[in-house]
């Protein structure tokens, strides 16, 4: 059994930048695809982007795409969420998600782990 524990959210205005950080358990974090996923009120969760277990694949949803990055430290069992220019639109609970397979998802059924969420607000 994986435990996920998000941390970093916040208030930052709008062009600002947060980074969201995803503590994972378990001796075998290399071997997890990793996610982030955001659900805002009254909306469905949705993906942002993922990573492959090595951390040579990444993936973006297009909204996010050239403005947030996903990385992780296999060393330190941590996946990092960097957002910049940050907009109204991102304000949502921001969610860690592991795998039991190395490669990449974007659908949110294909994920086995998650975590409890982390706010982020952004004011404009």
């Known amino acids: 059994q994986v435990q996920l524990v998000e941390s970093g959210g916040g208030l930052v205005q709008a062009g600002g930048s947060l980074r969201l950080s995803c503590a994972a358990s378990g001796r075998t974090f290399s071997s997890y695809g990793m996610g982030w996923f955001r659900q805002a009120p009254g909306k469905e969760r949705e993906f942002v982007a993922t990573?492959?277990?090595?951390?040579?694949?990444?993936d973006y949803a297009g909204s996010v795409k050239g403005r947030f990055t996903i990385s992780r430290d296999n060393a330190k069992n941590t996946v990092f969420l960097q957002m910049n220019n940050l907009k109204p639109e991102d304000t949502a609970v921001y969610f860690c998600?592991?795998?039991?397979?190395?490669?990449?998802?974007?659908?949110?059924?294909?994920?086995?782990?998650w975590g409890q969420g982390t706010q982020v607000t952004v004011s404009s």
């Open positions: 990573i492959s277990g090595s951390g040579s694949g990444t």
């Open positions: 998600a592991g795998r039991s397979t190395t490669y990449t998802a974007t659908l949110l059924r294909l994920y086995d782990y």
